[in-house]
């Protein structure tokens, strides 16, 4: 077992034993499913009994985050959050209007390239902050040094760096929490202290923005304010209250990096492969000119783009091992006993980059989808996740991924930077091991492609 890139473990052991793999991490029981085929047979079709998650001590006891619906089993108070998300996130009118509001984040992105495009990662990580909040709490973060911002952050990158599943040891020790903090390899419990103050803070400040947002200024958000409000007319909001604060706090954290890693490896895909940014700009320029910038009515008729929207998701694959799922009740599959309480883990990764799935796994080719290669299955009907536990924020993703790659193929000309000597840096096209992947960090240089483009941004800018 290794901590680093555990998924191509699993993939080099899945060659020897096949795509179940069952093993024992100290006392728990372990599946590890390597192929799509099998994850819809469980994950799927079984979802009555696949549907729970792993107790994670170190997240629900020590980080504080107790009502976070991506690790509650598959109970009452889960039921409840997932009808929470189904307006906001999945009805068609709901959906219509983020995408009128993204726009106005979209034109922020497309700026910050314009006037600092070598903070490129920061801009991402700004837009998909700021969308998630819009839509959360109804605040607008304006610049990367907004003080919302900070403390959801440091709540959020201090929970990722103790939690990843898997490689937390008090997760199959249990007994460990007990241990006095100075002996050696206790030291989490204190990191974690400092983390569960930071969840608390974080929870606390953005329901209170939420709600000032609603009393104050009268914004409305679907999500956070129309639960305190529906919640506040029925009187019962202080018994919803701590479960509403951390319901935020969850699709923040399960949104915004997830989003951010994947125009990451857009861009880098579109540095690392000049062609089929060529190509989408092409595209581009046939279907909307250069009069006007893209909207996501244009999307039907830009297939290309769509094909590298799939060949991005396949290729960066965000949370590569999923999140893992647990086992209701003993059960049987292919004559193996799996005993309830098994952790069920995804290698979503290798179901994306098995070569006999996706031929010629490590190139970013978006023609596998086009016709390129046969029977090559839709990569979003994976990256997401399986069954009852699917990812419940994957429409809404989409929609500011799309608005992003559009408007950036319309506008800017993407390509490597040069070194003093006037020599191209190839990025190294790799990404870092952990919960959620990362691209490594590159550089690149993004140039307006035109004084058109340069117009329609700043004019796009001064309407909004
Ligand atoms: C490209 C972006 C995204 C990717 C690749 C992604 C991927 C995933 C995956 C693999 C899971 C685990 C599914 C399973 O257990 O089988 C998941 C769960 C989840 N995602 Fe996403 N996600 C993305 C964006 C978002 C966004 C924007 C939101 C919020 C608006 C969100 C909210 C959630 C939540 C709340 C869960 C837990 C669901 C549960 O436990 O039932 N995700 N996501």
């Known amino acids: 077992m290794t901590l680093e890139f555990p998924e191509k473990r699993f993939a080099q052991w899945g060659k020897e034993y ?16 390597n192929s799509a085929h099998a994850a819809r047979d469980l994950l799927d079709k079984r979802s009555v009994i696949y549907s729970d998650r792993p107790y994670s001590v170190m997240m629900t006891d020590l980080l504080g985050w107790e009502h976070d619906f991506g690790l509650l089993p598959y109970n009452e108070e889960f039921r409840k959050h997932r009808r929470w998300m189904h307006m906001p996130f999945f009805s068609r009118s709901c959906l219509a209007a983020f995408a009128d509001m993204q726009t ?6 497309l700026m910050g390239f314009l006037n600092d495009p070598e903070g490129f ?4 990580k700004r837009y998909s902050a700021s969308f998630m909040f819009r839509y959360l709490y109804g605040h607008t973060v304006i610049s990367p040094d907004d003080e919302n911002l900070h403390v959801i952050e440091k709540a959020v990158e201090g929970t990722m760096n103790c939690s990843a599943p898997g490689t937390v040891p008090v997760d199959f020790i249990p007994s460990l929490r007990y241990l006095p903090t100075w002996l050696p390899g206790v030291g989490f419990k204190q990191k974690a202290v400092w983390v569960r103050t930071a969840v608390r803070d974080a929870a606390q400040r953005t329901y209170n923005l939420a709600e000032s947002k609603l009393t104050k200024d009268n914004i409305e958000t679907p999500v956070i304010s129309s639960l305190i409000k529906e919640f506040t007319s029925k009187g019962t909001l202080e018994t919803e209250k701590p479960e509403i604060m951390m319901f935020g706090l969850t699709l923040y954290a399960a949104g915004t990096d997830t989003t951010h890693t994947v125009l990451m490896a857009f861009l880098l895909a579109m540095i690392m492969y000049p062609d089929v940014c060529v190509k989408a700009q092409e595209e581009m320029a046939s279907v909307v000119g250069s009069a006007r910038l893209p909207t996501v009515n244009d999307r039907d008729a830009l297939p290309y783009l769509e094909c590298i929207l799939k060949e991005t998701y396949r290729f960066s694959c965000p949370a590569p091992l999923g999140v893992p799922h647990a086992l209701r009740e003993d059960d049987e599959y292919r004559g193996c006993w799996i005993p309830k309480g098994t952790m069920i883990i995804p290698n979503l990764w290798f179901m994306l980059h098995d070569a006999d799935a996706y031929p010629d796994p490590e190139a970013f080719c978006p023609d596998r989808f086009n016709g390129l290669y046969e029977n090559q299955e839709d990569p979003r009907n994976i990256v997401f996740g399986f069954g009852r536990r699917i990812c419940p924020g994957r429409r809404f993703a989409e929609i500011g991924i799309w608005q992003a790659m559009a408007n950036i193929v319309a506008t800017f000309d993407l390509g490597k930077a040069r070194d003093a000597m006037g020599n191209e840096i190839t990025p190294s096209g790799t990404f870092s ?25 700043t004019d796009a800018n001064m309407k909004w």
Do not use: Y
């Open 18 to 33: 096949g795509d179940m793999i069952f093993l024992k991490m100290f006392n728990t029981p372990v599946l590890v499913i």
């Open 104 to 109: 106005r984040e979209v034109i922020a992105l």
């Open 121 to 124: 990662g920061a801009h991402f």
């Open 433 to 457: 091991s952990g919960l959620i992947n990362h691209p490594h960090q590159f550089e690149c240089t993004i140039r307006p492609r035109s004084q058109q483009a340069i117009e329609l941004i």
